[in-house]
Structures are given as C-alpha cells and as structure tokens.
Nanobody, 115 residues
Framework: QVQLVESGGDFVQAGGSLRLSCVAS????????VGWYRQAPGLQRELVAS???????YVLDSVKGRFTISRDSTKNTVHLQMNSLKFEDTAVYYC?????????WGRGTQVTVSS
C-alpha cells in the first residue's frame, strides 16, 4: 500500500506563505490524481487542489491566484505553494492520491494563519 506523508504545515501570519509537500512511498504517477484537501474545525473536508497524471490541475475558487499545485514525479512528490495566506485558510491539509480503486490519505499537516 502506498503511503503519503505530508510536511510543511506551520503557524504563519496573514499575508505569509507556506509550501506543503507530500511524498508518496511509491510511484506518484500510479495515481490518476493527487492533491490536497483541507478541513477546518466544524467544517467538511474540501478539495483545495489536484493534478492528474496528464497534468490537468484544479484549484478551489477561493484560493485561485494564491495557491499553486505542482508535481515532481522524479521525487514522487506533490507540492502546494500557498501565498497571501488568510485566516480562513487555517485547517488541517491532507494529501490524497486516487488510483481509481480507492483514495489514499496522508495523516495531515496543520496550517494555522493568524489574523
């Protein structure tokens, strides 16, 4: 079973930047899509950004222009560059990989943005 391990979460002031990374224990291109969900306290988990094997990307409307997803297949890693962070971006960010059979999840990394 492929494992996904996130890193990069931190405490940051509003307007700051963070770069999240997710490393897959196997070939990241084995997933049809990889990306990031987030879940804030009391809210449902929401898809923030994703990238397919072919390179098609999706970004949540509320983070467009601020967040960028990228993939380094040589390192089996997907990144989420987060700029101009807002208080409402505070959440646990989860890496996921969808191999068409099931969704694999990382354990999450906490992002806290102070207002």
């Amino acid at each position: 079973q492929v494992q996904l391990v996130e890193s990069g979460g931190d405490f940051v002031q509003a307007g700051g930047s963070l770069r999240l990374s997710c490393v897959a224990s196997g070939n990241i291109l084995s997933f049809d899509a990889v990306g990031w969900y987030r879940q804030a306290p009391g809210l449902q988990r929401e898809l923030v950004a994703s990238i397919t094997t072919s390179g098609t990307t999706y970004v949540l409307d509320s983070v467009k222009g601020r967040f960028t997803i990228s993939r380094d297949s040589t390192k089996n890693t997907v990144h989420l560059q987060m700029n101009s962070l807002k208080f409402e971006d505070t959440a646990v960010y989860y890496c996921y990989g969808d191999d068409a059979y099931r969704i694999h999840w990382g354990r999450g990394t906490q992002v806290t943005v102070s207002s």
